[in-house]
């Protein structure tokens, strides 16, 4: 087996494994640093199940999206695992699903009321006042 080719994954029980036709050398280094790639695989697979994404911004820079819901805590602590710390987060609330033009064109848009419709007040017209002298 190739050494480009080994295989390193976490089992059902969060153990760490390596492929058994790995060299000896590879076998100790990834003893070495078992710690560190433990934390990386469980950030990565943390990130990969919460359905967090790197997105371009508009002008340009980065930053993570991730849906509502999700645990900031936890991806706080894998943005640093993989040393993200530094990239902002965002809100998705698109649903991390790719549209089209034409459906995101007619996309029925998101309307925030503070109060249920049926209790709210209605709106008083203020009265309209004109500066001057009157005749």
Same mark, same amino acid.
């Given at each position: $087996? *190739?050494?480009? +080719?080994?295989?390193?994954?976490?089992?059902? /029980? @969060?153990?760490? &494994?390596?492929?058994?036709?790995?060299?000896? +050398? %590879?076998? +100790?280094?990834?003893?070495?640093?078992?710690? /560190?790639?433990?934390?990386?695989?469980?950030? =990565? @697979?943390? $990130? *990969?199940?919460?359905? %967090?994404?790197? %997105? &371009?911004?508009?002008? @340009?820079?980065?930053?993570?999206?991730? !849906?509502?819901?999700?645990?900031? +805590?936890?991806? &706080?602590?894998? $943005?640093? =695992?993989?040393?993200?710390?530094?990239?902002?987060? =965002?809100?998705?609330? /698109?649903?991390?699903? !790719? $549209?089209?033009?034409?459906?995101? &064109?007619?996309?029925?848009?998101?309307?925030?009321?503070?109060?249920?419709?049926?209790?709210? /007040?209605?709106?008083?017209?203020? !009265?309209?006042?004109?500066?001057?002298?009157?005749?």
């Amino acid at each position: $087996m *190739n050494d480009a +080719e080994v295989s390193v994954w976490l089992d059902s /029980e @969060g153990k760490l &494994r390596i492929d058994k036709d790995a060299s000896p +050398e %590879i076998k +100790e280094l990834v003893r070495e640093h078992k710690q /560190e790639l433990i934390d990386l695989k469980t950030a =990565v @697979g943390l $990130m *990969n199940a919460a359905d %967090i994404r790197i %997105i &371009r911004l508009p002008l @340009g820079h980065y930053a993570l999206a991730y !849906p509502l819901g999700t645990d900031l +805590e936890q991806i &706080r602590a894998a $943005m640093k =695992v993989l040393r993200h710390q530094s990239m902002p987060l =965002v809100i998705d609330d /698109e649903g991390l699903r !790719p $549209m089209t033009w034409e459906e995101w &064109r007619h996309r029925r848009p998101v309307r925030r009321e503070q109060t249920h419709p049926a209790q709210a /007040e209605p709106k008083k017209a203020l !009265p309209l006042e004109f500066g001057g002298r009157t005749a």
